[in-house]
C-alpha cells in the first residue's frame, strides 16, 4: 500500500509517536490507568484553549466525530429556547440540520457561501427576534473561510445570548480564547489541526453552562452532553465504552503541541500555508476567497476550466498526493489543499512541484486540441498571442 501524502483538512498524517501511542497496552476504560488518561487530556485541552481561569471549565472527550460534538451540544443545551445557527456554508448548513432535528425552534441566517459574515445583518436579527442562543462555526472548511469569533462573541453578550461555537478545524491551527469570546462551548477533533487519528471528539465549556443541562429535557442516550460531564466529573470516566487506544493518541497529539509551543505550533502551520499559497499564485491559480479570510489550514483553489477536477486529482494521486475537491456549490469549480498533520518544507515543495508537472499536462493536452482544431482554418494563425487569447498558455510557464 502507498504511503499517501495528506493535503487534505483531516484526516491527516500523523506523528510517530502518535502511531506508536495506539500500541500501548490494554486498560479497562472502569479503572484507575484510563481516568489517569482522560484526566491527563483534559488537563491539556485545558491548556491548548489557554484558559485562564481552568477551574471554571471542563472539557469532556466523546468517541465519535466532530459531528457527533456537535450534535451532543446542540442537542442538550436548548431545550425549548430559540436558537439561532449563523451559515456561510456546508457545516453551517449542517448545525442548522441538526439542530432541527432536535429543536423546533431553530432558525437560520444565513450566508453565501465563501461570504463574509455581516455583522450589522447579525446584530439586526437579534434586535428584531428573540433569540437565546448564537451557534457558528468558527473555520468553515467548505470555503476556507474563518469567521469572525470574537466579533460575533461580543454581540453575543451585547444581547445576553448563549453563544456556541463548532471549531472543529480550527482548535490547534488558531488562536480561540474562549473566555474573551464569551464562548459557553466548543467542539472540535481529534482528526484535523491537533494532528491525531479520526474517531475521537471534544466539548470544552463553561462549568456553569454544564451544570444547568441537568434540568433540561434528554433528547439523545449516547450523545447527552450533561451525561458525559457528569461522568468525567465524578469519576472521570465516559459513560459509554471508549476508544481507549485513540485516547493515547489524542495524548501524544497534544503532548507534541504543547512542547512545541502553541504560539511557536501556530506560526508553523501559517508557514507552511504561505510556502504553499506562494507556490500556487506562481503557477497562476487564483484562490477562491482572499487570503486575509482564510484559516491557516487549508486553501481553496479555483481549477482552471479546461481541467476536470476528477482527472486531476487522479494524476496527483498517481504521485501519492491526496487533494479534496469542492462540494455543493463549488463542486467542480475548486480544489482544496491543505497543510496540517505530518507535512514538511520538502513535501510541500514536492506537491508544488507534482503540481505544476500535472497542470502542464493538461495544458499541453488542450494546445493539441486547440491546434487541431484549426489547423484546417486558412483564416487562423497559430501563434503565442492567439493562445494567450484563448487563454491556453500553461500556467506556470
Known amino acids: 500500500m502507498k504511503n499517501f501524502l495528506l493535503f487534505t483538512p483531516g484526516p491527516v498524517n500523523v506523528a510517530k509517536n502518535v502511531r506508536m501511542a495506539v500500541c500501548r497496552e490494554d486498560i479497562c476504560h472502569r479503572e484507575t490507568e484510563f481516568e489517569c488518561l482522560l484526566q491527563s487530556i483534559e488537563n491539556k485541552l485545558l491548556k491548548l484553549f489557554e ?30 429556547k430559540n436558537i439561532l445557527i449563523i451559515s456561510n456554508g456546508e457545516f453551517g448548513e449542517r448545525l442548522f440540520r441538526i439542530s432541527k432535528v432536535h429543536n423546533k425552534n431553530t432558525f437560520l ?25 448564537v451557534a457558528m462555526v468558527h473555520h468553515e472548511t467548505s470555503s476556507g473561510m474563518l469567521n ?13 445570548v448563549m453563544y456556541i461555537v463548532d471549531c472543529v478545524s480550527s482548535a490547534g491551527a488558531e488562536v480561540i480564547d474562549m473566555e474573551k469570546c464569551h464562548i459557553a462551548f466548543c467542539s472540535s477533533s481529534s482528526s484535523k489541526a491537533i494532528g491525531s487519528y479520526s474517531g475521537l471528539s471534544f466539548v470544552v465549556g463553561k462549568i456553569e453552562e454544564f451544570e444547568k443541562l441537568k434540568y433540561l429535557p434528554v433528547k439523545t442516550t449516547y450523545l447527552n452532553l450533561y451525561k458525559f460531564y457528569h461522568f468525567i466529573n465524578t469519576v472521570s470516566q465516559t459513560p459509554n465504552t471508549p476508544a481507549v487506544h485513540l485516547f493515547y493518541a489524542l495524548e501524544q497529539a497534544l503532548i507534541n503541541i504543547l512542547n512545541e509551543g502553541g504560539s511557536n505550533h501556530y506560526a508553523y502551520l501559517k508557514s507552511k500555508a504561505h510556502l504553499l499559497r506562494k507556490g500556487m499564485l506562481e503557477l497562476g491559480l487564483k484562490f477562491l476567497i482572499d ?14 476550466s479546461h481541467i476536470d477536477v476528477g482527472i486531476f486529482r487522479k494524476k496527483l494521486r498517481e504521485k501519492s498526493i491526496i487533494i ?38 493538461f495544458d499541453m493536452v488542450e494546445t493539441k486540441r486547440f491546434v487541431s482544431i484549426n489547423d484546417h482554418n486558412p483564416m487562423f494563425t497559430y501563434t503565442k498571442e492567439n493562445l494567450e487569447n484563448e487563454s491556453l498558455i500553461s500556467v506556470g510557464k
Open 51 to 80: 484558559i485562564k481561569n481552568i477551574a471554571d471549565y471542563r472539557a469532556v472527550v466523546i468517541t465519535g466525530s466532530g459531528t457527533a460534538a456537535n450534535e451532543s451540544i446542540l442537542s442538550s443545551v436548548a431545550g425549548e
Open 109 to 133: 441566517l444565513e450566508f453565501s457561501w465563501g461570504e463574509r459574515f455581516d455583522l450589522k445583518i447579525i446584530e439586526a436579527y437579534l434586535i428584531k427576534h428573540e433569540i437565546d442562543i
Open 148 to 160: 469572525p469569533l470574537e466579533k460575533v462573541g461580543a454581540l453575543s453578550k451585547a444581547y445576553g
Open 291 to 304: 487570503q486575509k479570510d482564510m484559516c491557516s489550514v487549508l486553501t481553496t483553489v479555483h481549477i482552471p
Open 324 to 361: 479534496y475537491e469542492g462540494k455543493g456549490c463549488f463542486k467542480n469549480r475548486v480544489f482544496q489543499v491543505g497543510n496540517i498533520g505530518e507535512l514538511s518544507y520538502d513535501d510541500i515543495q514536492f506537491f508544488l512541484d507534482s503540481l505544476r508537472e500535472v497542470l502542464q499536462s
